[in-house]
């Protein structure tokens, strides 16, 4: 039975490997497999397939301007367990930047009190451990010169959160970081 006839896919001949890729894929990879791990025995297990990709097939309707994938155009589907599926569109996709150069602080390196803020999710904190630095003193104490940041400060902790929670999801994570060092 061909597959791709039943599944109403278009069968495009690769480049670099023998098996044909589905045309109407966003993003197609072309793949040398290197080591395939089983998982198991009873029902349900698989098998772990750790490939080498050699060539990747990207349609140009799906990047920005910049030549980059822009994952907001892929309807991107993710395999959850059982009959489960996921959608990662809208509000479910988020984005972290990561430093260029050198590791962030690290989760680990804020202050318990952010660790376990009730407000903040793991996203937020994730952006606040991908800092290079913690801010000094200094720059702390400027942040109380903001007229929210000193609002905020005189609600209580929760008030301070939901700040910071704001100018992260804004982009500005140093500010959200000294907003949260504020005592």
Request: hydrophobic share 45%; aromatic share 4%.
């Amino acid at each position: 039975m061909n597959e791709f006839v039943k599944a109403g896919f278009t069968q495009v001949p690769s480049t670099l490997i023998q098996p044909p890729r589905v045309g109407e894929a966003p993003v197609a990879f072309e793949c040398k497999v290197l080591q395939v791990l089983p998982l198991g025995t009873e029902g349900g297990a698989g098998n772990l397939v750790i490939c080498q990709v050699i060539l990747i097939h990207v349609q140009e309707q799906y990047l920005d301007e910049a030549g980059r994938l822009d994952t907001t155009k892929i309807d991107l589907v993710a395999r959850m367990g059982g009959n489960w599926y996921a959608r990662a569109f809208g509000d479910a996709l988020f984005e972290i930047p990561k430093p260029l150069l050198t590791k962030g602080i690290g989760i680990d390196a804020l202050p318990e009190s952010i660790r376990n803020s009730s407000i903040l999710t793991g996203n937020n904190l994730g952006r606040l451990g991908n800092l290079e630095v913690l801010p000094d003193a200094a720059a702390i104490e400027l942040m109380r010169t903001d007229s929210e940041a000193a609002e905020a400060l005189a609600k209580g902790a929760d008030a301070l959160h939901r700040l910071a929670q704001q100018r992260l999801d804004a982009g500005n994570t140093e500010e959200a970081l000294k907003i949260l060092l504020l005592k």
